[in-house]
T-cell receptor, first 110, second 113 residues
Framework: GENVEQHPSTLSVQEGDSAVIKCTYSDSASNYFPWYKQELGKGPQLIIDIRSNVGEKKDQRIAVTLNKTAKHFSLHITETQPEDSAVYFCAASKGNQFYFGTGTSLTVIP | DAGVIQSPRHEVTEMGQEVTLRCKPISGHDYLFWYRQTMMRGLELLIYFNNNVPIDDSGMPEDRFSAKMPNASFSTLKIQPSEPRDSAVYFC???????????FGPGTRLTVT
């Protein structure tokens, strides 16, 4: 099966700085890579995703990059704000089954 | 759009009791997924349905767990009998045909004492 590793497990940044979270996957057949944000007491919320035929995708302050050769993908958040504080999960899939990373707890310090 | 609806939001029960968790997917979504989240194991897929039919239940931990989807707008996850190690947050998610872009409900926090 697929194995997704996520780093770091915790990340603290100053407001306005950038945050980068990295994930690696093991199955080269995986072709869809979503990122979820989970706030305390809530369900994961899809914030951005990328398919294997694309190398980079951007949505305002959030971007995701994918390196299929190296089998890793990253989430980039620029100009961080306190409301970006949450747990972020990456996932990889090649069908309907998602394999999630272990999560990164991001804290943005005002 | 109401999003995925789950009930109850919190459930506290004693070991040995039957627990039923409920989910209403987003209208028009063909896929429904049940996940369990714990600190030790993270987010795990338990089972998923396509057009009300169970497709993959390989993640269901034991025979004590069962799931049904009697129609397109309702699904249940049942644990009978419950055990303390079943304590977790259970999420339901749904997606359109193709199974991508899964949308999660708010979850049910289950505590088994």
């Amino acid at each position: 099966g697929e194995n997704v590793e996520q780093h770091p497990s915790t990340l603290s940044v100053q407001e306005g700085d950038s945050a980068v979270i990295k994930c690696t996957y093991s199955d080269s057949a995986s072709n869809y890579f979503p990122w979820y944000k989970q706030e305390l007491g809530k369900g994961p919320q899809l914030i951005i995703d990328i398919r294997s035929n694309v190398g980079e995708k951007k949505d305002q302050r959030i971007a995701v990059t994918l390196n299929k050769t190296a089998k890793h993908f990253s989430l980039h958040i620029t100009e961080t704000q306190p409301e970006d504080s949450a747990v972020y999960f990456c996932a990889a899939s090649k069908g309907n089954q998602f394999y999630f990373g272990t999560g990164t707890s991001l804290t943005v310090i005002p | 759009d109401a999003g995925v609806i789950q009930s109850p939001r919190h459930e506290v029960t004693e070991m040995g009791q039957e627990v039923t968790l409920r989910c209403k997917p987003i209208s028009g979504h063909d896929y429904l997924f049940w996940y369990r989240q714990t600190m030790m194991r993270g987010l795990e897929l338990l089972i998923y349905f396509n057009n009300n039919v169970p497709i993959d239940d390989s993640g269901m931990p034991e025979d004590r767990f069962s799931a049904k989807m009697p129609n397109a707008s309702f699904s249940t996850l049942k644990i009978q009998p419950s055990e303390p190690r079943d304590s977790a947050v259970y999420f339901c998610a749904s997606s359109l045909a193709g199974g991508l872009e899964q949308y999660f409900g708010p979850g049910t926090r289950l505590t088994v004492t």
